[in-house]
Structures are given as structure tokens and as C-alpha cells.
């Protein structure tokens, strides 16, 4: 490693980074309670009644977030996943699989408003939607990393073959959406698409982007206190963490 | 060179000896081809319509089946490390095993696809394109295959987690690949999804023998 | 040459060894020896390439093993504890296919001569599945009656032979240390080669 990188390889340690990330956590975790609050307030009471879709359109408050989210955390698994094998760091890969769980929450949770929102707007629990459906096999890709990272015992070698997997999972993304997209186009059937809502009114937009900020730093509050987690279980026999003041008790 | 031409002459007379590996993944497409009309029913507007997503799922079922050995008995044996450490860079050989693969498990399904295409009373020009799109598809699918068959290696509960891994991937060559026989079939034309699924075959081509090699490098550490 | 500097091993939790130091020169051979688990196998896999040093680093010919890793498997051959061997295919076909992926094909007339000198004789064309354990592990030694490689790494080469097969085994290694070439393996038996040789214990 060439010196001038050294203060950031620093943090690459996860006997530096455990303290840091505990310091950190509980602040994203202030901010997403703030920003969820705001949001949630904003959605519930400021924005206006859709005059088509009466006020069971809220969820799309919970509901586009959750997919963005979702989307974006895979692209930081791949990215962690990428670091950790160019550069070999350890942390990268706890990273990636800290942030796995919380990935597939929001791919659930995406699916679940989605089903909701469409059955008083479309009849029915689920319409093959081009965004629904890669958003579902955006769950089997979340799944199968979670899958095989649980079924090898050895973390290191855990670690390498989930960054993998995320890589050409990332790889795929696109290909899988634009491939759905183009077998919707073909399939007349259901065009309904979620994004024909009628224009947006500026309420609305602040709702979900304070939304999408509240489910952002909780993802990171998260992804920061489960990493810590991991440390220490991967850690455990090193001396650091016999030394650590929560294991004098 | 040499090396890869060993490890498909090699992959293939194992396959010769053990035909009945390969005999039963090609009954087992037939099996579940066939299952569907009794299902769902004779009639024949329908089963026409279902012909090319059902003959396009139960090949990906039937490839899949024999992802599972692999690279496994390679593992098992020693032979994988023998490849690892051969002056061959493992990509070359692991494309020989990914050649030898179509052959045996790929190759043997589109020369039957349009058999069982006649049980749904396929047209002549509609068996010619299926044929085509299993022709451009299936290496995609050994190609895929071959990656989450390197992952899993030597991994508990292997077979299903090989699926978990894989099938998601498959989903864009079942698309184009059933896609092209309905398009053509509904006169739209099929060559805008064949030449995607080419594009996907190329990229596959190019990305999966160094996936399946780094996978390969991770489980003989 | 091959030479290594602190290597280290860790496995899971657990570190096998630390702080190794070795050098084989032409003409020499080093026997590793440990108890069981104290990872020799590992250190030879670690030597051949096969999964990185947590810790140290190797150089052949005064040069980074990861440098030039392909020169490196040219002048190698490694034998590890599983024999390498199809058990649908005869021991002809098993040699010459091992030989052709490890770049050195070999023409029939050469296999038969190594099977039969390693004393496969009358057996070349049985279905490895037939053979026997020490047989097998024959098929896989007579690799080293037709390589050119200087390095020979090897895992319990011993293992499974008959009395008559250690010492037919013994006099290749000799030779193969006669010739100028380097030697690395284990056992559980103690085995006397000629030459220049050395014993590495591995402890913790």
C-alpha cells in the first residue's frame, strides 16, 4: 500500500473502525427517527388528498423509498464487494454483509406496500408490473447472497464467494430490468405502471424524499451497528477485543 | 490450448461413460414437457400459446439438474487443484468444462425441443425459431450455471442453494428466449429478441469463465 | 531455488503456524513433519499456489511466486492428498489427460512406459475403478516418471503403498534429487533419501 492512503486504510482496520462505528450509530439512528418524523408528518397531513386515488395513495410514501433503497443498497454491497476484492480489506466484506438483511427488508417491504397499493388502485394483490417484478427478483438476488453466505462456514471464504455473487448480481440488475421491461411491453396485458400517477404535487415529492432520507440513515445506522456485531463475533480471540471496556463487565 | 482441448476431450468421454447422467436430465425435460398438457388441458390454442415458456422453463429445469456435478467431482477427486495449478490460465480450462457441459446437457436439449414442440402442435417455422433461441440460450445457461455451480462448491445444502443462486440469473434468457417464439408467432418478428439474447450470450462469453475461476480459486483455498 | 520468508497459516479461528522460513536449492530435498493438524498440508498447498499465506511471502528463482505464477506451475508438480484420478477412465487415459492439462501431453508410448515401470503392467487399460487403493495412488506417481518439472511438491506420497512400491518410490526421488531437481513433501513414515535434505517441524 503506498503511504499516502494510509489514513484512509486506517479505518479499514475493524479494530479501528468497531469504536468509530459505535460512535457514529446512534446518530443516524437520531437522524432517521428526525427525518422519519418530519416525513411521516408531511405525508399524513400535509400532503393532499389524491383526487383519483383517494388516501389509500399514501403508501407510496413507504412504498417508492423503500424500492429506491433497496436498488441502492445492493449497488453498496457491490461496491463494498468490489473494494474487498481489489484491495483485500477484511471490513469490506462484513459491510457487505451487514447491509444484505437490511437490503432484503426493504425489497420485502417494497413488495408489500406495492400489493397493498394495488389492490383498491388495480383489483388485485399483485399485477405483473415491470418494476414490481424486478423488484421481486431483486429479493431472490438479496436471498441467494444471504443463502450462501449463511451456508459456508468459514467467513473469510463467506465473505469472497457473497462479494461474487453481489458483483454479477450487479451485473444483472440492469439486464434483468430492461429484459422484464421489454417482456411488459410485449405482454399487453397489464401496462398499469405505478409511475402514471398524475403529476406530483411539491408536497408529495418532500414527503418521499424525506422518507427516502429517514430509510437511508436508518440503513446506515443499522448496517453500522449489526457491522459492529459482526466484528466482534469474527474478533472474538483477538487481544483488542478482550480489552474493549463492554467486556470488562 | 492443448490443455483446454484435453479437458473437453476429457469431460466428454466421462459423459460417454456415464450416459445415463445425461439420459436422465433429457427425460427429465421430456417428463415435465409432457406434464403440462395434462394439466392445463388438450386444447390446442392454448397449449400453443404456453409451448414456448413451457419447453423454455423445463430446459432451464433440465440444465440445471446437471450443474450440481460440475465441477464437484473434479473437486472431490483432486483433479480441480491439478487445473488450478496447470501453466493454463483456469479460465481456458474452465471454458473447456463449460463447452463440454452444452454439449452433453445443452446441445441434446435443442435437438429435442422440437419433438416436444409437435405435443403443442408448434408450426414448422415456430419449432425453427425455438430451436434457435435454445441453440443461442442454452450455452448462456451453462455459462451462468457454471458460476453458481463454483460458488456452491463444497457448500452444505449445495443442489438448492445452486437454484436459489442461478435460477434469478436465468430469467433474462427465458424472457428473450421464450419471447422470440411468441413475438414470432404473433407476427411481430423474432430477430430483435434473438439478437439480445446473442448480445447476452456474447457478454456471458466474455464475464462467466472469470467469475467461475475467482468462485474456483475461493473453495480450493 | 524456492525460498519462503514468515509464512503464515490461519485456518477459521486458529492459527496453524507462524514464522516459517525455508529454502530448497537444486539437489536438495526437505521433508515437513508435524503432528497431525499442524498444518502440513496446508503449507505445502500454500507452497504450490494453491491458497494464499496469511502471512510471508514465497519467491522462485529470486523472484515473487505471484509474479510469475504460470512459469512457476510450468516447473511444478504437485500431488496432493486425493490421487487426481477418474475412476471411468483407464490409467492410460488418466495419465496422458493430467499430463495434457498440466501443458505436457505425452505420447502413448511414454505413458506405457511409466505405468509400467511405476509397475501397473498388464493394467494400463482397466477402468481405474477396478484398481486398488495403492494402485491408484501408482497411476498418480507416474506423473513423475514423464515431467520435466523441477519442483516436485508432494503430499504423503507414501500413503497406501506395499513395501516393494515405498522403495521403488524412494529410488525416483533419489534419482529425481540426482538430477538436480528440488523436493518437498511429507510422511508419516520415515523415509531415507539420498542427497542433501533437511526436516522442517511444524509447530505452533
Request: glycine fraction near 10%; include cysteine; aromatic fraction near 10%.
Amino acid at each position: 500500500m503506498s503511504q499516502p492512503l494510509i489514513n484512509w486504510f486506517k479505518f479499514a482496520s475493524p479494530a479501528s473502525f468497531y469504536p468509530l462505528a459505535g460512535k457514529l450509530w446512534p446518530w443516524f439512528a437520531a437522524l432517521a427517527t428526525a427525518f422519519a418524523a418530519a416525513g411521516l408528518w408531511i405525508s399524513f397531513f400535509v400532503a393532499p388528498t389524491d383526487f383519483q386515488q383517494g388516501e389509500g395513495y399514501r403508501i407510496i410514501f413507504i412504498h417508492v423509498p423503500a424500492s429506491w433503497m433497496s436498488m441502492f443498497i445492493y449497488c453498496v454491497m457491490a461496491f463494498w464487494s468490489a473494494i474487498g476484492i481489489g484491495f483485500n480489506t477484511r471490513l469490506s466484506g462484513m459491510m457487505s454483509s451487514a447491509l444484505a438483511p437490511t437490503g432484503a427488508l426493504f425489497a420485502f417491504l417494497s413488495l408489500w406496500t406495492g400489493a397493498l397499493w394495488g389492490k383498491p388502485m388495480w383489483g388485485a394483490w399483485w399485477v405483473w408490473d415491470a418494476r414490481l417484478t424486478s423488484e421481486l427478483i431483486l429479493l431472490f438476488l438479496y436471498l441467494g447472497y444471504i443463502a450462501l453466505t449463511a451456508a459456508i462456514d468459514d467467513p473469510r471464504r463467506a465473505d469472497k464467494a457473497g462479494a461474487i455473487v453481489s458483483l454479477v448480481g450487479v451485473i444483472n440488475v440492469p439486464i434483468i430490468y430492461f429484459s422484464v421491461k421489454w417482456w411488459n411491453t410485449l405482454h399487453q396485458g397489464a401496462s398499469v405502471s405505478m409511475t402514471k400517477a398524475p403529476t406530483m404535487a411539491a408536497t408529495m415529492l418532500w414527503g418521499m424524499l424525506l422518507m427516502a432520507l429517514a430509510f437511508w440513515m436508518y440503513s446506515i445506522a443499522v448496517a453500522l451497528y449489526r457491522v459492529r456485531a459482526i466484528i466482534l463475533e469474527r474478533e472474538r480471540h483477538a487481544t483488542w477485543v478482550a480489552e474493549l471496556p463492554e467486556m470488562q463487565r | 490450448m492443448n490443455a483446454f482441448v484435453a479437458i473437453l476431450r476429457r469431460d466428454l468421454l466421462l459423459a460417454m461413460r456415464r450416459k445415463s447422467e445425461m439420459l436422465t436430465a433429457l427425460f427429465f425435460f421430456m417428463i415435465v414437457v409432457s406434464l403440462f398438457p395434462l394439466g392445463i388441458g388438450p386444447e390446442t390454442a392454448l397449449l400453443r400459446r404456453i409451448a414456448p415458456g413451457v419447453l423454455w422453463v423445463a430446459a432451464l429445469l433440465a440444465a440445471m439438474l446437471s450443474l450440481n456435478r460440475l465441477f464437484a467431482a473434479d473437486h472431490q477427486d483432486g483433479t480441480l487443484e491439478q487445473m488450478a495449478l496447470s501453466p493454463t490460465p483456469l479460465a481456458l480450462l474452465v471454458s473447456g468444462k463449460v463447452l463440454a457441459h452444452w454439449l452433453t446437457a445443452g446441445l441434446p436439449l435443442v435437438l429435442l425441443a422440437p419433438v416436444l414442440g409437435l405435443q403443442f402442435d408448434l408450426s414448422s417455422r415456430a419449432l425453427g425459431i425455438l430451436m434457435l433461441s435454445l441453440l443461442l440460450g442454452t450455452p448462456l445457461l451453462s455459462l451462468i450455471g457454471a458460476i453458481g455451480a463454483a460458488l456452491t462448491l463444497g457448500v452444505r445444502g449445495g443442489g438448492v442453494l445452486l437454484s436459489l443462486l442461478v435460477l434469478p440469473l436465468y430469467i433474462p434468457a427465458l424472457i428473450f428466449g421464450a419471447g422470440a417464439v411468441e413475438a414470432d408467432m404473433a407476427g411481430l418478428g423474432a430477430g430483435g429478441h434473438l439478437s439480445l439474447l446473442g448480445a447476452l450470450l456474447a457478454l456471458g462469453l466474455f464475464f462467466a469463465p472469470w467469475a467461475t475461476t475467482a468462485a474456483l480459486r475461493i473453495a480450493l483455498e | 531455488m524456492l525460498q519462503a520468508h514468515g509464512l503464515a497459516c490461519v485456518r477459521g479461528d486458529r492459527r496453524l503456524f507462524s514464522g516459517v522460513d525455508l529454502s530448497v536449492a537444486p539437489g536438495q530435498w526437505l521433508q515437513v513433519e508435524g503432528a497431525n493438524g499442524a498444518g502440513k498440508t496446508s503449507l505445502l498447498r500454500i507452497l504450490a499456489g494453491l491458497s494464499p499465506a496469511a502471512e510471508g511471502r514465497i519467491e522462485w528463482e529470486g523472484q515473487p511466486v505471484a509474479e510469475g505464477r504460470d512459469d512457476f506451475h510450468a516447473r511444478l508438480l504437485y500431488l496432493g492428498h486425493a490421487p487426481a484420478i477418474k475412476d471411468d477412465l483407464s490409467a492410460l487415459e488418466n495419465l496422458q489427460t493430467s499430463a495434457a492439462v498440466s501443458g505436457r501431453p505425452l505420447d502413448e508410448a511414454t505413458a506405457l512406459t511409466a505405468l509400467r515401470r511405476i509397475g501397473l503392467k498388464g493394467r494400463e487399460d482397466l477402468p481405474s475403478r477396478v484398481l486398488s487403493q495403492g494402485q491408484k495412488r501408482r497411476v498418480a506417481l507416474a506423473r513423475l516418471l514423464c515431467g520435466q518439472a523441477r519442483l516436485w511438491i508432494l503430499d504423503e506420497p507414501f500413503v497406501a503403498l506395499d513395501v516393494g512400491a515405498v522403495d521403488m518410490l524412494c529410488g525416483i526421488l533419489d534419482e529425481h534429487i540426482g538430477r538436480g531437481g528440488m523436493l518437498i513433501f511429507t510422511s508419516h513414515q520415515a523415509v531415507q533419501l539420498q542427497g542433501n535434505g533437511a526436516r522442517l517441524e511444524l509447530t505452533k
